[in-house]
């Protein structure tokens, strides 16, 4: 988990609240992601940036928003458009987006909707 | 389209016995391949990975994986479990040319039993 960190650890949120959680890395990289884990359906891209200023929709990005105004900063945003937020968020940075760098994670978000 | 498929959800074997997790993948052109790990609660840590060349890859903890084009699979190794190596494995793919974030396996739980 070395060079990323997220916070909080862990989150509860009432239904209709927007949330913002944190990742920041040090390790210099241009590319940032967001995934989304939940038992049994592995990981889900939500949103990835390539350089600052710039971001991509994953798979899953209804109902969240992302901002990169700092290459070390990519806070992901759930809104109250998300019907099912309850999940654990990972966080990841790498190099370069489609290149041969492998993604460090940062230690996870765990989000529950009360 | 890239994708991953681990074929099995749960791995159980005994303390010191050989351990395979298994991947396929799904890939246009020739794929970069990954192997993580997670530990309950944490982020992913990063294994290894293929590029090119050696179609036996050596990773960190005594993990390997091999590399197979004609069967398109990236099958995980160890020659001796131990119980510490009870964790959650994900593979991932890139293509090289995508320029896209790295896609994930459901993920295949190993449990080893002393």
């Known amino acids: 988990d070395g060079g990323i960190t997220q916070s909080p650890k862990y989150l509860f949120r009432k239904e209709g609240q927007n949330v913002t959680l944190s990742c920041e890395q040090n390790?210099?990289?241009?590319?940032m992601y967001w995934y989304r884990q939940d038992p049994g359906q592995g990981l889900r891209l939500i949103y990835y940036?390539?350089?600052?200023?710039?971001?991509q929709k994953g798979d899953i990005a209804e109902g969240y928003s992302v901002s990169r105004e700092k290459k070390e900063s990519f806070p992901l945003t759930v809104t109250s458009a998300q019907k099912n937020p309850t999940a654990f968020y990972l966080c990841a940075s790498s190099d370069r987006a489609g290149d041969h760098n492998e993604q460090f994670f940062g230690p996870g978000t765990r989000l529950t909707v009360l | 389209a890239q994708s991953v498929a681990q074929p099995e959800d749960q791995v159980n074997v005994a303390e010191g016995n050989p351990l395979t997790v298994k991947c396929t993948y799904s890939?246009?052109?020739?794929?970069?391949l990954f192997w993580y790990v997670q530990y309950p609660n944490r982020g992913l840590q990063f294994l290894l990975k293929?590029?090119?060349?050696?179609?036996l890859v050596k990773g960190s903890y005594g993990f390997e994986a091999e590399f197979n084009k004609s069967q398109t699979s990236f099958h995980l190794k160890k020659p001796s479990a131990l119980v510490s190596d009870s964790a959650l494995y994900f593979c991932a793919v890139r293509v090289p040319s995508g320029n896209t974030p790295l896609v994930f396996g459901k993920g295949t739980r190993l449990s080893v039993i002393a």
């Open positions: 293929y590029i090119t060349g050696d179609n």
């Open positions: 940036s390539q350089i600052v200023n710039d971001f």
């Open positions: 390790l210099n990289h241009d590319a």
């Open positions: 890939v246009s052109g020739n794929p970069y």
